[in-house]
């Protein structure tokens, strides 16, 4: 017994040793590459980060998307990885150890400790979806949903025929703030609208997100917009089960295999995307907050389809007209600053 | 009656697991890797029913799914005598890395929002839930009734005293992690299509560490383990239902609740231990 544990210490330690040796041979070439200053003679590197699984069909999902078209439009290698908490610095710091020219965090939380690391590594920018905070090489970049929350708050409000909308998701910042677009709509197409706030804690929990949806129904909402990520096919099934509305948000999800799906609040963001990267890639990027709405043709606000008959003709059309509003400036949809 | 009807539906996976995991547990074995068990199922539950377009086809697959994980779990801790706790726990890291790549795969790296068919319910509720309320008084009667209960529970307890009755402790843990592992493979049956009618990648997010806890909140009975799914669950659903109609409750108070139950009922009813006695320890180990 003895002898069979040494010989599995061993095992580790040779394991342990030959993945710390690897890493550390790693970040000497990309510290001292650091030290050469040269970022003209060095590949086009972009990294990303992103609070969950890219692979979750919305918020993630979507900025995926945005750097493989970096990598095929602009020719660079990419990489990503899943970091929350106390792994978000680590991840920051190493790519900027490993010598790479962009780093996404796709988040409000990757603010401040990307312009952390910009000053550490002055060869790397750092770029985070949403956070107030800059630098020369860090800067935030911020998906105006608000306002396609906001007409999707409008339609609710107009076509509600309880009088009672819910909104669900799970209570970070951005979400919180694209909710409060979402009732301004509402309100402003009926002033005496009931917008109900469910709160969940894990979009992956079916379980969960399924009874919130049947909860709101329950309590009178017939029209149900959802900030759950992989967690929205539970919505869509809860409000197809009860014969209520659904709205998508993130993606364009009208043509969901549940059939509830009216309309989305969609987030375009490959161009955004590509147009930042180029940026970088140009040596052009200044760092700043960059708002990128409706009038980027980032953010949009897509009717189903399926569902077009059922809409009346004078709510389309002062949707389209709130569109171009939006677009001129005349209207402002209120968002939180995080 | 209808939040009732609401509760059960929903406590189902959870009722399941700690169903089965009472019965391993009374054979004196922990299974850790009961999550991962569920997610498994659930995963090929789904592409069962997907591919196939009928739930108790992919019900089947769900189950048959989880057979190898049964066997190499009990291969390990009952004949190589290996720590349960790590045992489980590689099932557990096993299943997410099985069950995410091949759904990656399948469905593309930036996911997709899938549909599946779905059981059909009578009243709100399907053949499952019926099948884990009847569960309760089986397992009860199995367990404290008949004379191969009273072995798997000598096994849990003494395990020596078994093996000198004449009986094998390895085939009655098999058994009953077989159980065991069966009802977990219903549980994320369920999760999938029935609950969820569709799969997401570690959907089952802790609810086979739920029911791991509710066999020790319910004293490893039967109708104590139902019962305390049955009021976790009753706190989930209060969760929802003050947000929605009062919400001047902050929804953390719901969150906190089923916690702050548990804790009183193990106050209440926690005197004395009742786990089996050799709960978790490798056969004919030196103690």
């Known amino acids: 017994m003895n002898k069979l544990l040494a010989l599995m210490g061993i095992g580790f330690a040779l394991v342990a040793s030959g993945c710390s040796g690897g890493r550390e041979a790693a970040q000497g070439n990309s510290s001292e590459s650091g030290q050469q200053n040269s970022p ?267 569902f077009k008959d059922q809409i009346p003709a004078d709510l389309i059309s002062a949707i389209e007209e709130a569109k171009k509003k939006i677009v001129s400036g005349e209207l402002v949809v209120p968002k939180d600053e995080f | 009656m209808s939040w009732f009807i609401q509760v059960l539906f929903f406590s189902t996976p959870t009722g399941l697991a700690a169903l089965g995991e009472t019965v391993n547990q009374k054979a004196g074995q922990l299974n850790i890797g009961l999550e991962g068990m569920m997610l498994t199922a659930a995963y090929f539950g789904a592409l069962g029913a997907e591919i196939t377009g009928n739930p108790a086809l992919g019900l089947l697959l769900g189950v048959l799914s989880v057979v190898p994980l049964w066997i190499i779990q009990n291969l390990l801790t009952i004949h190589a005598r290996q720590d349960q706790v790590v045992v489980g726990t590689g099932i557990n890291l096993a299943a997410i890395g099985i069950t995410s790549t091949l759904f990656q795969q399948r469905y593309g790296d930036a996911g997709r929002l899938i549909t599946i068919p779905t059981f059909a319910r009578f009243g709100g509720l399907d053949a499952l839930v019926f099948f884990m309320v009847v569960m309760a008084p089986v397992i009860w009667f199995a367990l404290h009734r008949t004379a191969w209960g009273l072995a798997i529970r000598a096994a849990g307890e003494y395990p020596d005293s078994v093996e000198s009755a004449g009986f094998s402790v390895a085939k009655l843990r098999w058994q009953a992690s077989g159980i065991g592992a069966s009802l977990a493979a219903l549980a994320g049956a369920h999760l999938a299509l029935s609950i969820g009618g569709t799969f997401v990648q570690e959907m089952t997010a802790g609810r086979g560490f739920v029911a791991l806890a509710m066999v020790s909140f319910g004293r490893w009975k039967p109708f104590g383990v139902l019962g305390a799914c049955l009021l976790v669950g009753f706190a989930e659903f209060l969760r929802f239902y003050f947000q929605v109609r009062q919400p001047i409750v902050p929804y953390q108070f719901f969150l906190a609740l089923p916690y702050v139950l548990a804790l009183v009922v193990l106050i209440i009813v926690g005197k004395g231990t009742s786990a089996p006695m050799d709960l978790g320890r490798p056969l004919r180990s030196n103690k």
């Open chain 1, 40 to 306: 003209a003679s060095k590949e086009f590197k972009v990294a990303l980060i992103t609070p969950g699984r890219v692979s979750d069909a919305g918020w993630n999902a979507m900025a995926y998307e945005g750097l493989k078209a970096i990598e095929s439009e602009l020719g660079a290698k990419v990489a990503n990885a899943e970091a929350t908490g106390s792994k978000i610095e680590d991840a920051m710091r190493t790519y900027g150890q490993d010598g790479y020219t962009l780093v996404f965090g796709h988040g409000y939380e990757y603010n401040e400790p990307g312009v952390k690391y910009a000053g550490q590594f002055p060869n790397t920018v750092y770029i985070s979806s949403s956070g107030g905070k800059t630098s020369k090489n860090a800067g935030t970049f911020r998906f105006y949903l608000e306002q396609g929350f906001y007409l999707a708050g409008m339609m609710a409000g107009k076509m509600s025929k309880t009088g009672k909308v819910a909104m669900i998701g799970i209570n970070v910042p951005s979400i919180m703030s694209t909710f409060k677009g979402f009732e301004a709509g509402a309100k402003a197409a009926r002033p005496d609208i009931d917008v109900k706030t469910v709160i969940i804690t894990d979009p992956k929990d079916v379980v969960a997100v399924k009874q919130a949806t049947l909860q709101a129904i329950d309590a009178g909402a017939d029209f149900i917009i959802h900030q759950a990520n992989e967690g929205a096919q539970a919505v869509f099934g809860a409000c197809k089960e009860k014969g209520v509305h659904a709205i998508g948000s993130n993606a364009d999800q009208n043509d969901d295999s549940s059939g509830a799906v009216v309309a989305s609040a969609v987030i375009i963001a490959k161009p955004a995307f590509v147009e930042v990267a180029r940026e970088v890639k140009e040596g052009k990027y200044q760092g700043g907050v960059r708002l990128v709405g409706m009038d980027k043709g980032a953010i949009d606000f897509v009717v189903s389809p399926k």
